[in-house]
């Protein structure tokens, strides 16, 4: 589907479900249109700001959507595809997985059996929930990040969650007229460098922090 589709039949998902009027399709289709944006932003390196105000949506059609059990697979798919999408919020992604237990939780009483997933999810909680914790205390050094690259440990404080959208539209908006080609990360992490700097943070992007590591 292309981007402009999916954008018209959220904002009529989004105008159904403002009505008034207890419409849980309309929350479906809000929670099943935020998904495909995010994922198509994701694919297209493009708009990738917008995605945490995506799963922000979601997470309240989902809130509402998890107390009905003919609904529960649909939520828990939708959460499911929507935590492969959500980065640099370690704060949001930590409630988004919550939720998620949640719904996983319900359908493994129903079924009457505990869904492989539950185990991932739980493992993730847990990991956030402590580097959270020691960024939050300022313990920045004592963050173990299992990604496969080193990432700078202030992208788990909370200052970075609350600024990194805005940056990361600057940086976008000045890089509107060069091709998402070999390159462009170099010059994305520049200009997400210089708007983190006039926020007041000091990020070292990937290559800084991978001194060896070739990107293209």
């Known amino acids: 589907m292309e981007e402009s589709e999916i954008r018209k039949e959220l904002e009529a998902a989004r105008r159904a479900a403002a009505s008034g009027e207890k419409n849980l399709?309309?929350?479906?289709?809000?929670?099943?249109?935020d998904v495909l944006l995010a994922e198509h932003n994701l694919s297209e390196n493009r708009n990738q700001w917008e995605i945490a105000g995506l799963a922000r949506e979601l997470m309240e059609q989902a809130s509402v959507l998890e107390g009905y059990d003919h609904l529960l697979d649909r939520t828990h798919e939708?959460?499911?595809?929507?935590?492969e999408c959500?980065?640099?919020?370690?704060?949001?992604?930590l409630k988004l997985l919550k939720l998620w237990l949640l719904v996983v939780d319900r359908i493994s009483a129903?079924?009457?059996?505990?869904?492989?997933?539950?185990?991932?999810?739980?493992?993730?909680?847990?990991?956030?929930?402590?580097?959270i914790?020691?960024?939050?205390?300022?313990?920045?050094?004592?963050?173990?990040?299992?990604?496969?690259?080193?990432?700078?440990?202030?992208?788990?404080?909370?200052?970075?969650?609350?600024?990194?959208?805005?940056?990361?539209?600057?940086?976008?908006?000045?890089?509107?007229?060069?091709?998402?080609?070999?390159?462009?990360?170099?010059?994305?992490?520049?200009e997400r460098a210089a708007a983190l700097a006039s926020l007041g943070i000091e990020w070292r992007s990937p290559s800084r922090m991978n001194p060896g590591v070739l990107f293209d």
């Open 133 to 190: 914790d020691y960024a939050d205390a300022g313990k920045l050094d004592l963050i173990e990040d299992d990604r496969r690259l080193k990432h700078d440990p202030v992208e788990w404080t909370a200052r970075w969650e609350e600024v990194i959208d805005e940056a990361d539209r600057k940086a976008e908006e000045n890089l509107e007229e060069m091709p998402r080609g070999m390159g462009f990360c170099h010059a994305f992490w520049h």
């Open 86 to 93: 959500l980065y640099d919020h370690p704060r949001l992604k």
């Open 78 to 83: 939708a959460l499911s595809r929507m935590s």
């Open 25 to 33: 399709s309309a929350r479906e289709d809000i929670m099943c249109g």
């Open 110 to 131: 129903m079924q009457d059996h505990e869904l492989s997933v539950y185990d991932d999810i739980l493992h993730e909680i847990n990991v956030l929930r402590r580097n």
